[in-house]
């Protein structure tokens, strides 16, 4: 019996500015200071509390499907992409980035989502992955929302933050979505692509 | 390829720039375009794919859209060739 050699496409972890790699244990303190720190912590996942160190490890991992450490090569780590809450049985999970604030609104952080969001789709069958934010946080992907994302659901005046109640707002990007736009987001990607494709 | 400022401001606005585009020239603010890092990603491929090759690094030291533009006519590939 012989086997075809087919082309199948290999999980990319790595872009034009940025690497996704596994967390490693020399990076938790870096990830405590980043999750809980002052210009990012109130925004992430512990909304301010402040965990036990010795437990931090064992929450970052808590629920979580996957997660990748972002790089930039020959400057270190910038930030963790993050898929929770997943459920396969329904096909969804949950995406989440934190970047360093200095580092934020640089463009390489939206490479690195999308190679998370690449690496997502193409290991899972996932229909959709969600985005979940109150509302004071939709201002760091306002492009996104009726663009790529498509807003699903809304709890009104769910979270408090500075005084006032906020929306928590649930957006989704559906994997049609994703095949629609990912060689224009990721076109190194399919440059790489076209390079591991056997010949013939 | 990006030889005018004209053309310029139309990917700009394309792009999702605050302002419009009579009210974009060279001494404009690029803070004032107001483009989050979704938009000056897309923005920096679409310069890409027009041959302008810019660091993303660099788009942070720029203070206005002359000195956007002044940069990508540096970059452009016949600029290279000379």
């Not at chain 1, 997660?67 to 992409?81: A, D, F, N, S």
Request: aromatic fraction near 8%; include cysteine.
């Amino acid at each position: 019996m012989t086997h075809e050699l087919t082309a199948v496409r290999a999980p990319a972890l790595e872009g034009r500015t940025v690497r996704l790699r596994p967390i490693r244990p020399n990076d938790l303190d870096w990830l405590y200071d980043l999750s809980i720190g002052g210009a990012t912590g109130w925004r992430w996942r512990f909304r301010g509390v402040t965990p036990e160190p010795s437990r931090f490890s064992e929450l970052l991992h808590q629920g979580v499907l996957v997660q990748h450490v972002v790089e930039r090569p020959g400057r270190g780590p910038i930030g963790l992409v993050v898929a929770y809450q997943a459920d396969l049985r329904n096909r969804h999970a949950h995406l989440g980035a934190l970047f360093d604030p200095e580092l934020h609104r640089l463009p390489c952080t939206v490479e690195a989502v999308a190679l998370f969001v690449d690496h997502l789709f193409m290991l899972w069958d996932l229909r959709k992955v969600y985005v979940e934010a109150p509302e004071f946080n939709l201002g760091q992907f306002a492009s996104a929302l009726g663009s790529y994302l498509e807003e699903e659901a809304r709890l009104r005046e769910h979270e408090f933050h500075d005084g006032q109640w906020w929306d928590q707002v649930t957006a989704a990007l559906h994997r049609s979505t994703w095949d629609a736009v990912r060689s224009r987001l990721l076109p190194s990607r399919d440059q790489g692509d076209a390079a591991a494709s056997p010949p013939g | 390829m990006i030889s005018g400022l004209d053309q310029l401001v139309v990917l700009l606005v394309e792009r999702g720039a605050a302002l419009p585009s009579e009210q974009i020239g060279e001494q404009t603010p690029l803070d004032d375009l107001a483009l989050d890092s979704l938009e000056v990603y897309e923005l920096l491929l679409d310069l890409a794919a027009e041959g302008v090759d810019l660091p993303e690094d660099l788009f942070p030291t720029l203070r206005t859209v002359g000195d956007l533009h002044h940069l990508c006519v540096l970059r452009a590939p016949q600029a290279a060739g000379r």
